[in-house]
């Protein structure tokens, strides 16, 4: 969090500027077709996660949101009372007819309800204002129907804000760095949800007159071809839009994933960008952050999506939607074997060696190319029957879970940037063909909506059974490489334990609580003791322990010990001493691996780093609890040594560390 920290700490300085902006995002939302422009939800949301995370104050940002809001709705009735139907030939409103059309039928079919519902549906709340304000609404009832719904609308965008910036907050309290990759995931999707927002409500107007312009000039035209392509995209034809989307789509796939490809080969700009978010990436990769994205990551394994893609082809054979079947079976298994063959035949190293075969190859992610054929497809076939807004939601659900498939491939550094791009720019144009072909099929027999949940459960369902039966093997697979070297003993003891780290080192590179032991053997031989000595041991560190932080009234041994992280690294063996009289305070001990090794007749013997700090329990807003850490006492960590009762053949060695530094002990066990 600290190449963000600056704008926070400023923001929390100056919330003034805050609150401005906050104001002018809520006001030009409301306004008369700009609103389709304004990125409200991301922002507005972003400062309920400053709220949350306590840079920004709670009232000033809903007021200003609320005041925002209902200024920008009060203006645009009365554009809609001072010109009337003349408003319609004015600038901006003569550039979006049919969003006129489709807003004064939102109005007759909803009424007095239209302007509270209006807030809430995409395209339709931009006008909705000033058509009611046309049709004659009285100022009173205009108001109070504004003011209230104006109320419940900013709660809707600043509470779960306020939410999500708590849970940053409480990750920032495990680990800094894990907040910075949440709050990056984050914007990329309300970036990705946005432009997705936009392309629906922003540009199919002026497609519609665009449909038109091309309709008529086929017409025109001697070819038959040309005149069923004409009735095809004419507007009159409800599935015209579509077609010319998906085209569009297709043509404009090709163009980027050429680009990308060309640029690969020629030029240095996206190697280079490459390298630099793979470096990023690895500076900010901890342990908390894997136990988020490996489980994401595997939610786009072949399994769960090759369950997904046959649940989608079952379900239409089911239904005798036989060319929808044959077309989804030949898009997924032509995207598995063309992704395979751009692998070979670009031949492009992954950042890591992990994979072997056809897999060790980078170019296209194979993950990100299938999850984004697969839940295209879905999105394709689910969306055929809704109209544009139902149809831009579940676009929007499947695009952002395959941009988060996707970011985990990044982030755990087993793919470049541009082979994720490509990827999905990939298995986009896949997507926009077989959309092309898919809508000419009667959507009465997919019946979508079924389809949608069918398919939805067969992901939740297979994703679940991934993570719980692979997640350790997972874990290992994708941990991150270390290099480690060997010593031997005298060599250790003599000077090499100086070159290993005298005190944890947190992700945002602060030196905490001094390491008081080097111990080589195994961890098991240490839990052992340390049980005798009634020590308690605490299993590894997972998120499922995180869910007792979020009870405000939780006792401090009912929670797990906060997972302190050394270089980003999760200790091996955790374990805990209840203070005797004292239940809010304990003593826990924690031992790191290094990557330092003694040579033994046998194998390496591992080099751990043991601490000692104490706890007690912060309760936070009373939200959450995070237990506190801070450094044993002086008094404590002799007592701690005095207690251990090591085997009669441990060789134990105390060196004092240069200038205050305090003295380590060297264990060896054999």
């Not at 990436?281 to 999506?305: H, K, Q, S, W, Y």
């Not at 072909?437 to 069918?454: D, M």
């Not at 490489?481 to 945002?508: C, F, G, H, K, T």
């Amino acid at each position: 969090m600290d190449h963000i920290q600056p704008f926070l700490d400023y923001f929390a300085q100056n919330p003034e500027w805050a609150i401005v902006v906050v104001f002018l995002i809520a006001f030009g939302e409301a306004l008369l077709i700009i609103g389709l422009f304004v990125p409200s939800t991301a922002v507005l949301v972003g400062a309920g996660v400053l709220v949350g995370s306590g840079h920004l104050p709670f009232w000033p940002v809903f007021l200003a949101t609320l005041i925002g809001a209902v200024a920008g709705d009060q203006i645009s009735y009365w554009a809609g009372r001072f010109f009337g139907e003349h408003l319609k030939v004015l600038w901006p409103l003569n550039r979006f007819p049919q969003l006129v059309v489709r807003g004064e039928e939102f109005v007759r079919n909803h009424g007095g309800k239209s302007i509270a519902l209006g807030r809430f549906v995409p395209g339709v709340k931009a006008v909705v204002p000033g058509i009611v304000g046309m049709l004659g609404m009285s100022q009173l009832y205009f108001a109070s129907v504004n003011i209230s719904s104006g109320i419940v609308w900013t709660a809707a965008h600043v509470f779960p804000g306020m939410l999500i910036g708590q849970g940053l907050a409480l990750a920032g309290e495990l680990s800094g760095h894990l907040g910075l990759v949440l709050l990056a995931l984050l914007v990329i999707l309300a970036v990705a949800g946005w432009i997705i927002r936009l392309s629906a409500a922003g540009v199919s107007p002026h497609l519609d007159h665009i449909l038109q312009r091309i309709s008529n000039w086929a017409k025109t035209r001697n070819s038959r071809s040309l005149h069923r392509f004409g009735r095809a995209v004419s507007p009159e034809n409800p599935r015209s839009l579509l077609i010319i989307f998906f085209i569009a789509a297709l043509l404009l796939g090709l163009i980027a994933f050429l680009v990308l490809m060309s640029g690969m080969a020629a030029r240095n700009a996206i190697p280079n960008a490459d390298v630099s978010i793979f470096n990023l990436m690895r500076e900010i990769r901890n342990a908390p952050a894997d136990e988020l994205m490996i489980p994401l990551t595997m939610l786009g394994d072949g399994f769960v999506l090759t369950a997904m893609m046959a649940t989608i082809v079952g379900w239409l054979v089911w239904r005798k939607a036989w060319r929808a079947a044959i077309a989804s079976t030949v898009v997924f298994l032509a995207g598995k074997l063309f992704a395979l063959l751009l692998k070979y035949g670009i031949h492009r190293p992954r950042p890591l060696e992990l994979y072997t075969g056809g897999d060790a190859f980078s170019f296209p992610s194979g993950h990100a190319t299938m999850a984004a054929i697969t839940f295209g497809v879905l999105a394709v076939l689910a969306s055929h029957a809704m109209n544009r807004w139902s149809r831009s939601l579940v676009y929007a659900i499947c695009g952002l879970i395959v941009i988060t498939i996707a970011y985990s491939r990044v982030y755990l550094g087993v793919h470049w940037l541009s082979d994720v791009v490509g990827g999905v720019v990939f298995g986009g144009i896949m997507v926009a063909a077989f959309g092309v072909a898919i809508e000419a099929i009667p959507p009465r027999r997919i019946l979508p909506l079924g389809l949608l949940g069918a398919t939805f459960i067969a992901f939740v369902v297979a994703g679940s059974l991934n993570v719980s039966n692979n997640f350790e093997k997972a874990e290992k697979f994708y941990a991150a490489p270390e290099q480690s070297y060997s010593m031997v003993p005298a060599e250790w003891e003599s000077a090499a334990w100086l070159d290993l780290p005298a005190r944890r080192i947190d992700l945002a590179g602060r030196p905490e609580e001094t390491f008081i032991m080097q111990w080589a053997g195994s961890l098991e031989a240490l839990q052992k003791i340390l049980e005798g000595q009634g020590w308690v041991y605490s299993p590894k560190w997972t998120w499922r322990e995180s869910i007792a932080y979020l009870d405000p009234n939780a006792v401090l041994g009912s929670v797990a010990p906060r997972p302190a992280l050394h270089e980003g690294l999760k200790a091996k063996l955790t374990m805990t001493f209840a203070l005797n009289g004292e239940s809010n305070r304990r003593l826990v001990m924690r031992a790191y691996k290094t990557n330092a090794n003694l040579k033994s007749a046998n194998l390496g013997t591992p080099i751990f780093l043991v601490s000692l700090t104490q706890e007690s329990l912060r309760k936070s807003l009373r939200a959450y609890v995070v237990p506190t850490l801070v450094a044993a006492s002086a008094a404590q960590v002799e007592e701690f040594e005095r207690d251990m009762v090591l085997p009669s053949n441990t060789r134990t060695v105390t060196e004092q560390r240069p200038g205050d530094g305090g003295a380590v002990r060297l264990i060896t066990l054999p």
